[in-house]
């Protein structure tokens, strides 16, 4: 069985402040681990992915994460927030090559001025 | 390239109505996810298509049933509708059966009255 954890519904950061949102996960085989974004009344775009190889990976939009297995954590960070980046964000976990995806119950991301 | 499509944006349905929502897959995939998201909480999966069949499903009634056709796209049916029907449902498409790097469209939104 499969589960995420995402720590924090609301995170609030300074514009040129770090930005880090915490993921926890479960997985009963080798996971597949998903960042997504989601704007008002859209879809989710994929700021990142990993599946396997290096553990740190770069996204898009200055975003990057770090599969740590040893704490099944799958953290996300950017060293300077935009204004932009205000948006509900949602960890995702897979099996490998597996056909389900488990979503987190998401973190809403403020930017304040 | 045409991204992930689907239709209607919006729908309002009374209790107890059927309804069916469409999706088209991202040009090249052959796989399609769909989820349901209610207001404040992650996406959660319905079930997946790829080769015109079921491959998975997630905890959800058999009120809730899809369709592939041989062009890839994919039809969603929810029979007997209930008020906690109501949610934003997302299509998602991927290649050869796997969620490992889903495409999503921007959804659709179903207020059950």
């Known amino acids: 069985a499969q589960s995420v954890t995402q720590l924090g519904s609301h995170v609030s950061v300074s514009e040129g402040a770090l930005v880090l949102l915490r993921c926890n996960y479960s997985?009963?085989?080798?996971?597949?681990l998903f960042w997504y974004v989601q704007y008002p009344n859209q879809g989710l775009q994929l700021l990142l992915k990993?599946?396997?190889?290096?553990?740190l990976v770069k996204g898009i939009n200055g975003f990057e994460a770090e599969f740590k297995k040893s704490e099944t954590s799958f953290h996300l960070t950017k060293p300077s927030a935009h204004m932009s980046d205000a948006a509900e964000y949602f960890c995702?976990?897979?099996?490998?090559?597996?056909?389900?995806?488990?979503f987190g119950a998401g973190t809403r991301l403020f930017v304040k001025a | 390239d045409a991204g992930v499509t689907q239709s209607p944006t919006h729908l309002i349905k009374t209790r107890g109505q059927q309804v069916t929502l469409r999706c088209s897959p991202k040009?090249?995939?052959?796989?399609v996810s769909w989820y349901q998201q209610a207001l404040g909480q992650g996406p959660q999966f319905i079930f997946q298509?790829?080769?015109?069949?079921?491959?998975q499903r997630g905890n959800f009634p058999d009120r809730f049933s899809g369709h592939q056709f041989p062009n890839y796209s994919s039809e969603l049916n929810v029979n007997a509708l209930l008020l906690g029907d109501s949610a934003l449902y997302l299509c998602?498409?991927?290649?050869?059966?796997?969620?490992?790097?889903?495409?999503f469209g921007p959804g659709t939104r179903l207020t059950v009255l």
């Open positions: 990993y599946t396997t190889g290096a553990t």
């Open positions: 998602a498409s991927s290649l050869r059966g796997t969620s490992n790097e889903q495409f």
């Open positions: 298509y790829y080769e015109e069949e079921e491959r």
């Open positions: 995702a976990v897979s099996g490998t090559g597996g056909f389900k995806t488990i």
């Open positions: 040009s090249g995939h052959d796989t």
């Open positions: 997985s009963s085989v080798p996971p597949y």
